[in-house]
Structure formats: structure tokens, C-alpha cells
């Protein structure tokens, strides 16, 4: 408690939850999901009074079981003592040999340059001790050449918790709201923003090197998010690093590894740059599934910072790919073994929630199997992002491979829709991943697919009354036979983050075909 009267640095209590957060209900639904928590000790600078209550605090934490502690010190030292003097040297030294004592990993911010303490107390996870994300909530934000910087200096000393990874760039969806409070002498404008493009924001997770990362954005801006599942892929915990290339100031590119999982980051100043990036790192004689999250083509962090683009493809050490990136922007690349992203692991999927809608259409121009227009109510569920693609499909039948391309010379890749599926055999994949992994798999009934498909649309398309920007309707015709592309996450997704749910592969559902019943239906 204490952040209420920010300014009054009597008030901070590290045992006390605030009167409107019930700490015991959430840390036993935490529990219920699987999830640890991390404590933030915010000092305001006081000392005197955090050093008193310090035993208390840490034992507090270990006995609720947390063992992660953020400490923070934004305020004038007690005493009129410096941040980096010899008063506050003595005291982080003492809180980090505290927290060592109950098993308490610290994160902390407004500390004392790295110093490499961390060696002999490894339980000083990582520091900010530099111009972090939180500064552009109160200014005109860190320049674009800000995180081509920061490698190249105040993380030769150790890692850094940069605290990267905001989707709203300028932060429109929190414009106008009656919660927001001036801080710093500033308040929201258009003065205030991240000077980057999303998929710097994305990269900075590999470049600015931290062994605990956070997604500092609103949850509400990541729920669906197609680009949030790098953070779901990323480990933070790396066995291996190397910067590839690079000038200080200018651009970096590095590479790290965890596990078996190779990571690729790589941002730029306020300078558009192509770079051609061999995968040399990569060990040679396997071949890996490179996921990249790139600038969008008409991408640029002054004009049109939301726009980024994902794409797949198979590499090996003797490829090289290129990167262009847009002005202060950035691409991050997951690259996995192709032994284990060939349907071995479950399909990404999208949490779809509860609503009611109105399923079908009525009037002239729709089809009978589109009637009557009735009321539908869902309960929440999950739906795969995109479409089944061969690799995936394969993993469970290893000879459809024989079958890629029989259909007018379309899908023959692998990470394309899969085609040349009947009903039993996609029920008998959702059987064979559910044994396979512990988890119920199933087709969506019809109602739940045009549900998710709308996303909360009223209209023809849920792009409105014409199919969404660059996505093909895919038809053929005897007379114009034309091959194309079936890779999937290609087009631009629905707001709940679904892909081709117009254009590419027809897909099947669970029940029946035919017109609908009458009345209203739930589930």
C-alpha cells in the first residue's frame, strides 16, 4: 500500500494490501492457474522507514510463498544521501543478502550501475539503471537510436529491465481516460508516445538482454493480439548469446539460444535499413521453422507504427535472410526444430469469449443452409488461430504427404492449409492431439465458427461489407487454373486475432449440414 498517496513516503506499507485489492483471493486464484507472483517494493526513496520493515516484508513474502521482489527507489534519498553513493551501495547490498536468506530473486529499479554482484549473488536477477520503457508514459519518449545504444553500454554491465513490449504505440486506447492522472509535471498528449514501430517492440525483448522479461502493456492490448504469441514462444532464460552485427547508435542484431530454440533480434535508429543476415549461428545439417515478426512494408514509427507482419518459412545455417527494417524499427524471428514444429506441439489458440449473436441471414440474395436468422448465446471457448497446415496434419498422418498438390497444384508446402481432408479424418486428428497432449480437441460447431468468424460484427464480412484488404477468395475456375498460395496467417486477422476466416481452404465443423432449426439456441 502507499502508491495512493504518492508523495507521502511515510505511507508505504510492504505487508498491507491496499483496501480495494483482496491480496488472499488473488493469490489463491493464482494458484488455481499455475502462477507465481512478483512483489513491488516501491520505497520512494525512504530508507530509513523500508529498512525497518524490511525482515518483516521479506518474511512476509516467503511465508505466501513469493519469491520474486521488484524494489524501486523514485524519490529523493533519505537524508539527502546520493543514489549511487556509498549509503545506498551498503543498502541494496543488504537487501539482496536478506532476500538470498528467504530464496527472493530481486528486480530492481533506480539502482546503482551494474557492478556484477550479481556473480556472487546470483539472486540479483537483472536492474533497470538506465532511461527504461516507463519513460515515454511522461515525455516525448527515448529517442529511435535509444535501443541501438543501450547494448553497446549500460548492458556490458549485466542484464537490464528495459521493461519492452507495448502494442499501443500512442496509446490511443487509453485517450480520454477519467483514471489517468498528470505524473511528472506532464499528462497524456500526443507529446507522450513510444518512438518505435511495433515490431521493434518485439525485438527489444531479444536485444535489450534480461533473464526475467515483462509484457508491460494492458492485458486488453495483448487479448488476441496474433503478435503476442512471440512473447508466449520466447524463453527469457538463455544458454547462449552473440551480437551479429551492428554500429553503435546505428542498428544490432544478435542471436540467442535456449534450449534447442534460437532466438533473432535485430532494431534499428530512426533510419530505414535492408540487412542481409546469414544464419551461420544455426548448427548445421538441421533444419529449423524461422517465425518472423516484421515491420509491415508501409511500417514506419512517425506515420503508421502498428503495422508489422508474420510470416514463416523453413531455413537452414546456409540460408540467409533479409530484414528490412522500417524507420526506428525492428524484426524478431523464433526459429524451432523442425522436428518440433511439425504438429508435435498443440496449434496456437485464440481465447474466444462469451456472447450472444444473431447466427445466419434472411432476406434475398443468401442461400437455404444460411436460414432462418436466429439467436445464438456461447459460452467461452478456444479456437486455433489458423488453419491446420500440412506439417501439423502430417505429424498425426505421415502418408498424406503423398496427397500435397493433387488439388489443382495447391498446398504443397508445409507450413500450407492442409487440403485433401475428409470430416473423419479431421475428427480423427482433434482425437489423436487431445490423447496426444492431455487436452479435449474438437471441431467448432457451426455456430461457434460464424461466431468467431464475426468477431462481434454485424456485418457480411467481419471487415464489413467487403472481404478484408489483400485477402483472396482463392476460387478456380476450369477456365483459369490458377495455382496460389494456401500459407496461413497470411491476411490480416479478425479482432479476436483468427486468420482466414475468409478466403484460403473451406474447413469443416462438427454437426451437421442444412438449414438451421428455428428459435433461439444456447451452446
Known amino acids: 500500500d502507499g502508491w495512493a498517496s504518492w508523495g507521502s513516503r511515510e505511507d508505504f506499507d510492504f505487508t498491507k494490501p491496499a483496501p480495494d485489492f483482496d491480496f488472499e483471493k488473488v493469490m489463491d486464484y493464482a494458484a488455481s492457474k499455475g502462477v507465481n507472483y512478483i512483489l513491488h517494493h516501491e520505497t520512494g526513496g525512504n530508507i530509513i522507514s523500508y529498512e525497518a520493515q524490511l525482515d518483516k516484508a521479506l518474511d512476509w513474502a516467503a511465508a505466501h510463498g513469493i519469491h520474486s521482489l521488484k524494489t524501486g527507489y523514485a524519490g529523493g534519498i533519505s537524508g539527502g544521501q546520493s543514489h ?13 543478502e536478506e532476500a538470498a536468506k528467504r530464496q527472493i530473486m530481486i528486480d530492481a529499479h533506480e539502482p546503482i550501475k551494474a557492478t556484477g554482484i550479481r556473480r556472487t549473488w546470483p539472486n540479483f536477477m537483472c536492474r533497470e539503471g538506465a532511461r527504461g520503457m516507463e519513460w515515454n508514459a511522461w515525455s516525448a519518449g527515448n529517442r529511435p537510436e535509444h535501443q541501438t545504444i543501450l547494448p553497446y553500454t549500460r548492458l556490458l554491465g549485466g542484464p537490464m529491465d528495459y521493461t519492452p513490449g507495448v502494442f499501443d504505440i500512442r496509446y490511443r486506447n487509453i485517450a480520454g481516460n477519467k483514471n489517468l492522472r498528470m505524473w511528472n509535471n506532464n499528462h497524456l498528449s500526443t507529446d507522450c508516445r513510444c518512438n518505435t514501430t511495433l515490431a521493434k517492440q518485439i525485438a527489444d525483448w531479444v536485444v535489450l538482454y534480461s533473464p526475467m522479461q515483462m509484457a508491460c502493456d494492458l492485458i486488453e492490448n495483448y487479448q488476441g493480439h496474433p503478435a ?59 533444419t529449423y521453422v524461422a517465425t518472423i515478426y516484421a515491420d509491415g512494408p508501409d511500417a514506419s514509427w512517425e506515420d503508421n507504427p502498428y503495422s508489422y507482419q508474420i510470416s514463416s518459412r523453413e531455413v537452414t545455417a546456409a540460408d540467409t535472410l533479409t530484414l528490412n527494417l522500417a524507420t526506428s524499427g525492428g524484426c524478431a524471428i523464433v526459429f524451432k526444430p523442425v522436428e518440433q514444429d511439425s504438429g508435435q506441439t498443440v496449434p496456437r489458440m ?39 497446415t500440412n506439417a501439423q496434419f502430417e505429424a498425426f498422418c505421415p502418408e498424406h504427404k503423398t496427397l500435397r498438390g493433387k488439388e489443382f497444384g495447391l498446398s504443397t508446402v508445409y507450413n500450407e492449409a ?40 454485424a456485418t457480411p464480412f467481419y471487415s464489413g461489407d467487403a472481404l478484408p484488404e489483400g485477402c483472396a477468395r482463392n476460387q478456380k475456375t476450369e477456365r483459369n487454373l490458377q ?32 438449414p438451421y432449426s428455428a428459435g433461439a439456441a444456447t451452446d
Open 84 to 96: 549511487h553513493g556509498q549509503y545506498m551501495v551498503r543498502h541494496y547490498q543488504k537487501v539482496v
Open 228 to 286: 503476442f504469441q512471440f512473447f508466449r514462444d520466447y524463453n527469457a532464460d538463455c544458454d547462449w548469446s552473440r551480437a551479429l552485427a551492428g554500429e553503435v547508435g546505428d542498428y544490432i542484431v544478435v542471436a540467442r539460444r535456449a534450449g534447442e530454440v534460437y532466438f533473432l533480434g535485430a532494431v534499428t535508429d530512426e533510419n530505414a535499413r535492408t540487412l542481409d543476415q546469414p544464419l551461420d549461428f544455426l548448427p548445421a545439417g538441421s
Open 350 to 388: 485464440v481465447d474466444i469469449p462469451a456472447g450472444t449473436f444473431i447466427m445466419g441471414s434472411s432476406g434475398e440474395g443468401y442461400d437455404f443452409d444460411e436460414a432462418p436468422a436466429h439467436k445464438v448465446t456461447l459460452s467461452a471457448f478456444r479456437m486455433s488461430a489458423c488453419e491446420i
Open 418 to 457: 492442409v487440403c485433401n481432408v475428409s470430416w473423419h479424418d479431421a475428427v480423427g486428428y482433434c482425437e489423436w492431439l487431445s490423447a496426444k497432449t492431455g487436452r479435449h480437441f474438437r471441431l467448432p460447431t457451426e455456430a461457434e465458427w460464424e461466431y468467431a468468424c464475426r468477431a462481434g460484427t
Open 483 to 514: 495455382p496460389v498460395s494456401l500459407e496461413t496467417g497470411k491476411s490480416q486477422p479478425n479482432a479476436w486475432g483468427l486468420y482466414d476466416m475468409h478466403g484460403n481452404v473451406e474447413e469443416w465443423c462438427q454437426d451437421w449440414y442444412g
